[in-house]
């Protein structure tokens, strides 16, 4: 029997019915129209979170590049547009250029002091034992430490009357009653020895998962070729450690400059102005001079200063991270 072929009629019907059904669900280019209502309601969702940034954030940014072109003052009333003068004020004044310089020589000497020593307890809490998940533990507690808190108790213990620090120093043989926070020197030293308390272990924890997830067969194989401990270290370990060190040492340099709490209550810039930096400066200027346009412009030149030193770190990172150039 041969099959019956269909009529052309019903095939042409089916062809047609089709089309008209596309129409029906399709825009009037083709396309199916998008669902308003999956799209807005991420949206909606997210709204109070990005109106709580707005209002924390944004605003507050945009008052201070506002009030940075003005005089205004808290109790001085309404002031007015004075243009750059706040600037040039700022930059050539001789106590604000020494309050850069010594906060940039702090971020310095302190981060390169914590990236030394972080990288030193790394290396042996690298190794996955019990011992080493207690210890990594415990040294988390004095980055949990809020700064303000960790500074009032080292003054305590600073304090030339009862404080431990004076009382040891004397039974070394030091003079009694040492009043380290009154002398530039070491209050200097007391205030990195702070720093470097209570940031250590943050840098230690980023190195050391950076250590953990370093692959073991380049180290075995150099053991076989009979490489020394240095040696390894030097060529294997070291290069292969180089983005883990640029990503912790840019986190720290950030949180350094942004340092105010230690400074504020140990030494309050002082002896002198010797440990004035620029946050201490701004707070001064803008919270007991009442100097707002003034302050707003120290806060947006140092900002400025800022942006201009994290892009060049993160180059140095992105250079550095690759493989072809390790």
């Known amino acids: ?13 089916v062809d047609s019915s089709r089309r008209a059904a596309g129409r029906t669900t399709a825009g009037p280019h083709g396309r199916r129209p998008r669902s308003w209502q999956k799209i807005s309601t991420p949206w909606i969702y997210m709204a109070p979170a990005m109106f709580v940034l707005l209002l924390m954030t944004v605003a507050p940014a945009i008052f201070i590049f506002y009030s940075a072109f003005r005089n205004d003052k808290i109790l001085g009333g309404v002031g007015k547009f004075v243009g750059l003068d706040n600037f040039i004020t700022a930059i050539t004044n001789a106590s604000v250029q020494h309050a ?14 914590e990236m030394i020593l972080g990288f030193a307890l790394a290396l042996p809490l690298a190794a996955q034992t019990r011992a080493n998940k207690v210890g990594a533990a415990l040294m988390l507690l004095p980055f949990a430490v809020t700064p303000a808190v960790a500074a009032m108790i080292f ?8 404080g431990w620090v004076g009382y040891y120093l004397g039974v070394l043989g030091f003079p009694k009653g040492l009043d380290l926070l009154g002398d530039p020197t070491s209050a200097w030293i007391v205030l990195v020895i702070l720093d470097m308390w ?6 230690a924890l980023i190195l050391m998962a950076g250590l953990q997830s370093l692959p073991g067969e380049p180290r075995e194989a150099a053991m076989v070729d009979g490489a020394t401990p240095w040696q390894m270290f030097r ?13 912790a040492a840019v986190l720290r340099t950030i949180q350094a400059f942004k340092t105010f709490d230690s400074f504020k209550i140990l030494t309050g810039g002082g002896p002198g102005e010797s440990t004035e930096i620029i946050n201490l400066g701004i707070f001064r200027v803008g919270l007991q001079s009442f100097n707002v ?8 030149i140092f900002l400025i200063i800022l942006s201009l030193l994290v892009p060049f770190m993160l180059r140095i990172i992105g250079r550095r991270s690759d493989p072809e150039e390790m």
């Open 1 to 13: 029997m041969k099959a019956t072929a269909a009529p052309a009629d019903a095939t042409l019907t």
């Open 100 to 113: 850069f310089l010594i906060t940039f020589g702090f971020v310095a000497v302190a981060v390169v002091l």
């Open 155 to 162: 003054k305590q213990l600073l304090n030339p009357n009862y």
């Open 198 to 203: 209570q940031w250590t272990p943050f840098i």
């Open 235 to 247: 060529h294997i370990t070291f290069p292969a450690m180089v983005p883990f060190i640029a990503i």
């Open 293 to 300: 346009g003034l302050a707003c412009a120290l806060g947006v």
